[in-house]
């Protein structure tokens, strides 16, 4: 040490002379605390540095102090005193260097002591960090083992009560009514489960890539398992009325009783509903289980973003099915049609629904007469038109398919291959025997049968799933006046906020499920009809096939193609007018005019008609005619016309001028028919005379030997039996009534029908093996008592 000081001594006379005090004031604190940096055995920390610098500058003062003590001396030191204030500094006696290194040694000691506490709070510090990530993943895996051996246990209990269960309930006799509806729906919630518990064995519950399987299995199945869970929720409540059934029936309830602790004697069950109400559970637990292996999952894990989406999907999911639940609810409760008596209507009849209905018939009228503007929902209104346009399709297609069965059973039951025609020995005959038969026996029963269970059953049933729709439809509008009453209204009360969320309610389901179902109705209406076209092309083919194996023995069958249809034609047409003309006739036969005796007026106006317009044109009224226009006639019935103009000056051939014996006028032609004037002179007796040579006493006879007389009748006419009339054309008798024979047939000579008058004068048709005849004065035949 003895070398340095020379060297600061030349340094310092080295320094400028321009120096001031304060510049050399604190260079001599820097060169003061230069000697101990020197001697220490190391270099230490920055931080170790900057404690020993203020450590010696507490003690040998600092530049401040030395500042304030070099302020107040205005006078510049020598060169001199320099030299020897520096000697001074640089001279450090073993006494003052060994204090200096003992608290030097001292505050490193501190500073080691600080620095191994840190140590040990930060490693004690990420031990706990350790052990609670530790912690947090045991927590992690146990919760995805809880999710997989709860779905393990569910599946298997379902599977318990679907398969051991059910089984023997089904063995019960007789078995419990609407078993089979208590577990609808269960087998697609196994099915779901079944498949869940597939995806998640493909990697065992500690790998890594456990958990992002879990997520994206669930993610992958979330719609059917919505699907699945929505129809079995929406139909546990008549799960639950049909065990409050059966628990009304003690003796069947003690065996089902009986049964479920069999089949489960491990889980102390007790009831049905213990197993069935498992799915309710199942689904409203997955967002727990979820949300409870979210929570102990680390954010910075890979997985984490998956397992945060599928729980938000598992809670959409629970909202999504309780909605659905809550619809079908409002659903079942107003699609019922309930078939009340009078007595029940008013039954139900009080305040409350009287002013409900009255607020809505008045509404109903202030929209029909503009009054207050209707609620216009146009995608409801075109939905609601194309609903009732298949209703009304529906429905006629079914009528004309049960008409048609109808017809068809006819002519089954039509069985005319059994009559005897005396033509055995003809082949043709023998043939359409042969023929009919299999028709009737084979191929007519089976399209029929096929029909019924293709076409027709179906069809009922579809018009039986018209019913809901239908009710919801006009329980809408029921509701819909009612909102529009309260629609204005500030604040609503409990009641009107019901109103207005059934309302709302009932739209949103019909506007969801309303397309559905009527794109569903019209897919199976044009599959009938496919159907349909179908099953005629089966009867055809098996038509053909028939007629083929007796081709060649009818009569026709030697000839081609062409003649033969044109013979077909040709035969189908004449057999087609042939029963034209015999309707025709029948109908005119049913419909003979009814012939009333007329009065001394209308003689003398049908005497004046005639000869004015001849009796061609002589009509009468068939019923009362009352004008509703201007020259239109007032007439009665049974009073007679003459037809003057077949339609009227607009050409309207519904309305004829007709003459009614002076007064001229318009009245309808269907009220008008035309007039059959009876025989005024009848014959004696309504059969010819026999011959003098007939001998024995026969009906419609009499004594041969009394010749017929011209002038009067030489046989009275009596009614064997009573006959009652079944038309105006008509008379009723009674057995034993004297009757007068007007003419012994009909208007086309038919003589089974006798026109005859009776006592009171009345006239009409009667039958003409309904009348007996005796000698003039001879009284009725025995048994017979006259009519007085």
């Not at 002591?113 to 993943?137: F, Y």
């Not at 029921?478 to 500030?490: M, Q, R, S, T, W």
């Not at 068939?622 to 103009?645: F, H, P, Q, W």
């Not at 051939?653 to 269907?670: C, H, I, Q």
């Amino acid at each position: 040490m003895g070398g340095q000081p020379p060297r600061a001594v030349v340094s310092i006379m080295e320094v400028p002379r321009r120096l001031h005090p304060p510049t050399l004031t604190l260079t001599l604190a820097n060169a003061a605390s230069a000697p101990p940096c020197a001697i220490g055995p190391k270099q230490k920390s920055s931080r170790r540095n900057g404690m020993r610098q203020r450590s010696r500058l507490e003690k040998h003062g600092g530049p401040e102090e030395e500042e304030e003590e070099a302020a107040p001396e205005e006078k510049v030191p020598s060169e001199e005193d320099l030299l020897e204030e520096t000697s001074q500094l640089l001279d450090i006696s073993p006494a003052r260097h060994s204090r200096l290194s003992s608290e030097d040694s001292v505050s490193e000691e501190t500073l080691e002591s600080e620095e191994m506490l840190e140590e040990e709070a930060r490693r004690k510090s990420e031990e706990e960090k350790a052990a609670a990530k530790e912690r947090e993943a045991q927590r992690q895996q146990m919760s995805v083992e809880e999710l997989v051996q709860s779905e393990r246990s569910y599946l298997r209990m379902l599977e318990l009560s679907t398969v051991t269960i059910r089984s023997s309930l089904q063995k019960l006799q007789p078995p419990p009514a609407g078993l089979d509806s208590m577990f609808l729906y269960i087998q697609e919630v196994m099915d779901v489960s079944t498949r869940l518990l597939s995806k998640l064995d493909q990697f065992q519950p500690g790998d890594p890539r456990f958990l992002e399987n879990l997520c994206e299995s669930f993610l992958a199945l979330s719609s059917d398992i919505e699907a699945a869970y929505k129809e079995y929720l929406a139909n546990y409540t008549h799960v639950t009325v049909l065990e409050n059934g059966y628990k009304q029936k003690e003796a069947l309830w003690r065996e089902i009783v009986t049964i479920v602790k069999s089949a489960a004697p491990e889980v102390n069950a007790s009831s049905l509903s213990f197993f069935l109400v498992m799915p309710v559970q199942r689904i409203a637990r997955y967002p727990l289980l979820l949300q409870t292996i979210q929570k102990h999952t680390d954010p910075a894990h890979p997985a984490f973003a998956l397992l945060e989406q599928t729980a938000h999907t598992s809670v959409a999911l629970n909202c999504r099915i309780n909605e659905y639940k809550r619809f079908r609810e409002v659903a079942d409760k107003y699609k019922k049609t309930e078939n009340l008596t009078i007595r029940d209507k008013m039954v139900r009849l009080n305040t409350h629904s009287i002013a409900k209905k009255t607020a809505r018939f008045s509404q109903h009228i202030k929209h029909e007469t503009g009054m207050a503007p209707k609620v216009v929902d146009e995608e409801f209104d075109a939905l609601e038109g194309f609903f009732a346009v298949l209703d009304h399709g529906i429905l006629q297609l079914l009528e004309n398919v049960e008409t048609y069965l109808l017809n068809l059973q006819g002519f089954l039951e039509c069985r005319t291959e059994e009559f005897d025609f005396d033509m055995d020995g003809e082949k043709s005959a023998v043939s359409y025997k042969e023929i009919t038969t299999a028709l009737r026996q084979w191929v007519l029963p089976t399209f029929e049968r096929r029909m019924r269970t293709l076409i027709h059953k179906p069809l009922c049933a579809l018009r039986d799933l018209l019913v809901g729709p239908r009710n919801l439809i006009r329980k809408r509008f029921h509701k819909l006046l009612d909102y529009e009453v309260i629609e204005g209204k500030a604040s609503l009360t409990f009641d009107e906020q019901e109103v207005v969320n059934t309302y709302k309610t009932l739209n949103t389901l019909l506007l969801n499920e309303l397309p559905r179902f009527n794109g569903v109705a019209l897919q199976m209406i044009w599959s009938m009809l496919g159907t349909f076209s179908c099953l005629h092309k089966d009867l055809t083919a098996d038509m053909e096939q028939l007629f083929q194996s007796f081709a060649q023995q009818l009569p026709h069958s030697f000839l081609s193609d062409s003649a033969f249809w044109e013979w077909a034609e040709s035969a189908v047409l004449d057999g087609a007018r042939n029963l034209q003309a015999l309707c025709q006739t029948v109908e005119e036969t049913l419909n003979a005019p009814a012939v009333q005796p007329l009065s001394p007026s209308s003689q003398r106006c049908l005497q004046q008609l005639t000869g004015k317009h001849g009796s061609g044109k002589i009509y009468q009224v068939t019923s009362s005619v009352v004008g509703s226009r201007d020259l239109d006639l007032n007439l009665t019935k049974g009073e007679l016309v003459a037809i003057i103009s077949g339609a009227d000056t607009r050409g309207d051939k519904r309305r004829w001028l007709v003459d009614a014996g002076g007064r001229r006028g318009y009245v309808a032609s269907s009220k008008l028919v035309r007039y059959h004037q009876a025989a005024e002179n009848p014959p004696p007796s309504p059969h010819p005379s026999l011959p003098e040579s007939s001998t024995g006493n026969r009906r419609y006879s009499y004594s041969p030997g009394a010749p017929p007389l011209t002038s009067q009748p030489c046989f009275q006419v009596w009614a064997a039996y009573s006959f009652t009339a079944r038309g105006n054309h008509e008379v009723s008798l009674q057995a034993g009534q004297p009757v007068r024979v007007l003419e012994p047939h009909d208007k086309r000579g038919n003589p089974e029908w006798n026109l005859v008058e009776v006592v009171s004068g009345q006239r009409g048709y009667v039958p003409s093996n309904y009348l007996t005849y005796t000698p003039t004065g001879a009284g009725p035949p025995a048994g017979f008592y006259p009519f007085h």
